[in-house]
């Protein structure tokens, strides 16, 4: 595998432990907290409420992967190099697609 190869993996991890983190957390939230997330999230971007659960989840992800303050790439790819057994639990497996 090529230095290229290599990092083009490491890039869709990064995406793939960032979608599961939003993910799983999207998933603790009952509909009604959902719902107050992206009502929230609207409020502060000046927008209408969601009209729509495709809304109301498209706004509480954008609102929770800034809560959650994910690790930008090159942080992450540094401690994945140190120890990758740390984060392979989190990936979703969606990066094998990406290669």
């Known amino acids: ?22 993910a799983d957390a999207l998933l603790s939230l009952s509909p009604t907290e959902i719902y107050t997330l992206a009502e929230s999230e609207a409020r502060a971007g000046n927008q209408v ?14 609102k929770i992967r800034d809560q959650l303050e994910l690790p930008e790439f090159g942080e992450w790819s540094g401690e994945y190099r140190k120890d990758p057994g740390k ?13």
């Open 87 to 99: 984060f392979d639990p989190y990936l979703m497996g969606l990066w094998k697609s990406e290669r």
């Open 49 to 62: 409420a969601p009209s729509s659960y495709n809304d109301a989840i498209r706004l509480a992800t954008r």
């Open 1 to 22: 595998m090529t230095d290229r190869d290599a990092k083009s993996v490491l890039r869709a991890k990064y995406r793939d432990y960032c979608s599961a983190r939003v």
